[in-house]
């Protein structure tokens, strides 16, 4: 079930929402932790059972930890469990299609092959689940003696199958006692709508441009404008379309009273290639900096190769938690030798440089890297850098194909630029500070106005699924 789907909207969350707040407080979270079931195995009906596999098997782990406070070598070992068991399951449905490939082609014979579709969300759900043993084991917090509880955590469905990814400290007191109200409620209808006009009517919408140059049996037939175009074209659609997911997963929680992360804080607007993953899935690179960077020794060396080696682990591990594939370990060497070459000297010179070439700087090198995330081989992305770099005689720079997309996506275009900009946030500030009550009935109308466009849309439309659905 997807957030922006007729069912989730007008079936699943009315009926939730009028259960769980007609509950007495103490059955909240049962509520949640049935809702959260019953969501995740509408899409994963037999994979449910892996993931409260994964989720009772680390309340047990973290009771065990409780209860051998006393005994380092079982708390130790007991935190190797949980590591093992979760990379374990990650590993075998996230990656073993990929490792059996490589083996057959090394050894030139088809006898090791895997094929299992992955959970959706395991990677989310595996990270979050981990974190609650890893800071258990660290004492930065304290047990969960409730499995209901827990589980809750858990499958919170929210933001269970594409992030943010929740960390158990940042809820461990909404948990316990939360209290909902109505201004909660209405910020986080008003962010929920907010991402569900991102995706629907922004990037569903800028998506089917990159869809129908993608999908060009030929790159060699693309000119190089509409090469860029459908590029760009992506990086808006994954932009709105993970964004919009990230908002509403934020609003939803403050629905139920939680206050989760924030995901993404304009990165568009970035000035470096580390700043930009500042603000770009900000809870991925948290969660990598709290349980991989820092563990390593981050940046505290007297060597720069040591950091450069801490940096080197940890965007590999990036790029493989992105996908299983060449092109995503190659996307996350690249993305890391940036932020490597930035640390070393490239930071310095960029933050003398005006704030327009560091800005053109990110958008090129990013826009560049989005071919190895979505196009599905290496010989795909080469392919398709020839076109958008005039590589070959008979490339044509302008055709008529680039001129018919620029005359239909041209406004699409320029809502995504102001879009993914802070201009509409400043804005809005700057008119509440002198007209408040107009802005504050300008936004209930914004609100049913999205509603409905969304609706109608989604009456119309196929299946749409969010695209890290499938990380």
């Not at 809702?35 to 995740?40: D, K, M, P, Q, T």
């Not at 996350?332 to 930035?342: A, C, D, H, P, S």
């Not at 008979?394 to 018919?404: I, V």
Request: some cysteine; overall charge positive.
């Amino acid at each position: 079930m997807v957030f922006s789907s007729l069912t989730f909207l007008f079936l699943f969350m009315p009926l939730f929402f009028g259960a769980y707040f007609v509950v007495p407080r103490k059955f909240k979270n049962l509520a949640l932790f049935i809702g959260g079931i019953l969501f995740y195995a509408w899409g994963e009906p037999f994979y449910v059972f892996i993931l409260c596999l994964s989720t009772f098997c680390d309340y047990f782990i973290g009771l065990i930890m409780h209860k051998n406070d006393d005994k380092p070598k079982i708390r130790k070992a007991a935190l190797i469990a949980s590591i093992v068991l979760n990379l374990s399951l990650l590993s075998l449905f996230r990656y073993s299609g990929f490792l059996s490939e490589n083996i057959n082609a090394i050894i030139g014979s088809d006898v090791f092959r895997v094929d299992l579709p992955f959970p959706i969300g395991i990677s989310f759900y595996t990270f979050q689940t981990m974190s609650y043993t890893i800071d258990l084991y660290r004492r930065r917090i304290k047990v969960q003696k409730n499995p209901v509880n827990f589980a809750a955590f858990v499958t919170m469905f929210p933001q269970i199958v594409a992030g943010p990814i929740v960390r158990y400290e940042e809820v461990a007191k909404d948990l316990d006692e939360r209290k909902i109200n109505l201004d909660l409620m209405y910020d986080g209808i008003c962010r929920f709508t907010l991402g569900l006009g991102k995706k629907v009517l922004i990037a569903n919408n800028i998506g089917l441009l990159w869809e129908g140059i993608k999908n060009t049996a030929d790159y060699s037939e693309l000119s190089v404008i509409t090469a860029w175009l459908g590029i760009i074209a992506f990086a808006f659609q994954i932009y709105f379309d993970f964004s919009g997911y990230s908002d509403m997963a934020i609003g939803l929680g403050k629905m139920l009273g939680f206050t989760f992360p924030e995901n993404f804080n304009y990165p568009y607007s970035s000035q470096s290639i580390s700043e930009f993953w500042r603000r770009w899935h900000i809870t991925l690179g948290n969660w990598f900096k709290s349980y991989v960077y820092f563990p390593l020794g981050g940046s505290r060396h007297s060597s720069k190769w040591r950091t450069v080696f801490n940096l080197s682990v940890v965007w590999i591990l990036t790029g493989i938690w992105h996908g299983a594939s060449w092109n995503f370990v190659l996307w996350g060497v690249l993305f890391g030798v940036f932020v490597i070459l930035e640390k070393l000297f490239l930071g310095h010179v960029l933050e003398k440089a005006p704030w327009f070439v560091g800005n053109i700087y990110v958008m090129f090198i990013v826009t560049v890297m989005w071919t190895l995330f979505d196009l599905p081989t290496l010989s795909d992305t080469i392919s398709y850098l020839g076109a958008m770099f005039g590589v070959g005689w008979n490339r044509t720079f302008l055709d008529q194909r680039a001129a018919y997309l620029i005359m239909n996506y041209g406004i699409m275009f320029g809502i995504c630029i102001i879009g993914s900009s802070e201009f509409p946030k400043l804005s809005v500030t700057a008119l509440r500070q002198r007209f408040p009550i107009i802005v504050d009935y300008g936004t209930i109308a914004t609100i049913l106005a999205i509603v409905v466009a969304c609706t109608a849309y989604l009456v119309n439309a196929g299946y749409n699924p969010f695209l890290y659905f499938n990380f």
